[in-house]
């Protein structure tokens, strides 16, 4: 039998203190703040997933959830609330609520905040030791100011000089079901 992890006041939010099963509401957990990069909750607490990554991201319109990128794992996304532009393959395409996408290994994307609201999407990807990544040069992410100047295949070398993930609390508005 597995046992429920307790859940602890961490200052910022809600957070388990195990590996066991747990419950949180989205508008109690510690959410990290990037000027540039949105809002993202954290859902693990101090005992990273092993296998799977899960978060909610959400992002002002214009804002890119990151930098556009390639993994060697199999990413899902699915949009909550809000609009969003996919940057996906050197094309774009928009999104809106309920829109699900499925990246297999190494397809090359990110996302774009868009319309008059943020935009919440639920992120899912692999986890293991030693994955791979690589940040190509694209003309149409930079054109999105979510691209970068030189490819890489290090995070801490694409996000260099952009600033740090701040912790604080869902922001007003990001989650219009609470």
Not at 9 to 26: F, I, M
Not at 52 to 81: C, I, K, M, R, T
Not at 125 to 142: M, Q, T
Request: proline share 8%; net charge negative; charged share 20%.
């Amino acid at each position: 039998m597995v046992e429920e992890a307790s859940l602890v006041e961490t200052g910022s939010g809600l957070a388990p203190a195990g590996r066991g099963w747990y419950v949180l509401n989205l508008a109690r957990v510690p959410w990290w703040g990037h000027e540039r990069f949105g809002v993202a909750c954290d859902l693990e607490g101090e005992h990273e997933f092993p296998q799977v990554g899960v978060n909610v991201h959400v992002l002002a319109p214009g804002q890119p959830n990151g930098f556009y990128h390639g993994e060697d794992a199999q990413e899902d996304f699915l949009v909550l609330s809000g609009e969003c532009l996919l940057l996906v393959e050197g094309e774009e395409r928009q999104l809106r609520p309920w829109d699900y996408v499925h990246c297999p290994p190494w397809t090359e994307h990110i996302f774009v905040g868009a319309g008059e609201v943020p935009c919440a999407i639920l992120m899912v990807g692999a986890r293991r030791p030693g994955r791979g990544i690589r940040y190509p040069v694209s003309e149409l992410a930079r054109s999105r100011s979510a691209g970068v100047d030189t490819e890489t295949t290090e995070p801490k070398e694409a996000y260099a000089g952009t600033g740090s993930w701040q912790p604080g609390a869902a922001p007003e508005g990001a989650l219009p079901w609470t």
